[in-house]
């Protein structure tokens, strides 16, 4: 069954540090993979997405995933954490045979002074 | 331009009693879905509208849960009776496309609570 995991439900790094949020997929297919952020009391927000071609995706507020198929990886990161950047981050994965995303369980970013 | 609009944001009530959550998508946005978050885990689809026919209801628990699009615009998803393990975020996304891997612009959801 094609799906995502993530790992580490929380991850914590000081402010100006890099940040590095990891999404594994399994997929029989090429896969279309997403990055969501929710901030508190908030919906999703699609961060990047990635269907084909360049395997650097770039996104909003300074955030970019690399595709590796080799690794089975869309791992997500910024190069400087901003106080900001404290949400929650989903990675998901476009199931296209039956037209949705499935949602990786997310992982809860704090960034601390 | 709004956005997904939900309500009521939170909703207490007590088990069996039933319970109603309404959305309006982004004007003009065909599609329309309904997820469930649990408490930490990510959103799980529940049901698809495009337009106004439910085209994957396959998630739905169908002897507790209805939801209905009329006119293809708002929605209504409907629990009776609600059981304790219901409490969850209930969350609309909407989207301008019927196919494909686009992007799903979601509401804030409304946080239920039974017990």
């Known amino acids: 069954a094609q799906s995502v995991t993530q790992l580490g439900s929380h991850v914590s790094v000081s402010e100006g540090a890099l940040v590095l949020l990891r999404c594994n997929y399994s997929s029989s297919v090429p896969p279309y993979l997403f990055w969501y952020v929710q901030y508190p009391n908030q919906g999703l927000q699609l961060l990047l997405k990635y269907t084909t071609g360049a395997t650097l995706v770039k996104g909003i507020n300074g955030f970019e995933a690399e595709f590796k198929k080799s690794e089975t990886s869309f791992h997500l990161t910024k190069p400087s954490a901003h106080m900001s950047d404290a949400a929650e981050y989903f990675c998901a994965f476009f199931e296209g045979g039956y037209n949705k995303l499935i949602f990786g369980a997310g992982t809860r970013l704090a960034v601390h002074p | 331009e709004a956005g997904v609009v939900q309500s009521p944001r939170y909703k207490i009530i007590e088990k069996k009693q039933p319970v109603a959550f309404w959305c309006n998508p982004i004007?003009?946005?065909?599609?329309l879905y309904w997820y469930r978050q649990n408490l930490g885990q990510g959103p799980e689809l529940l049901i698809r509208y495009e337009n106004e026919e439910a085209v994957d209801d396959s998630q739905l628990p169908k002897d507790r849960f209805s939801a209905e699009r009329l006119k293809g615009v708002d929605s209504t998803l409907k629990i009776q009776p609600a059981e304790l393990g219901d409490s969850a975020v209930y969350l609309c996304?909407?989207?301008?496309?019927?196919?494909?891997?686009?992007?799903?612009?979601f509401g804030p959801g409304t946080r239920l609570t039974v017990t």
């Open positions: 996304a909407s989207s301008p496309y019927l196919q494909g891997a686009n992007e799903q612009y």
């Open positions: 004007s003009g946005h065909n599609t």
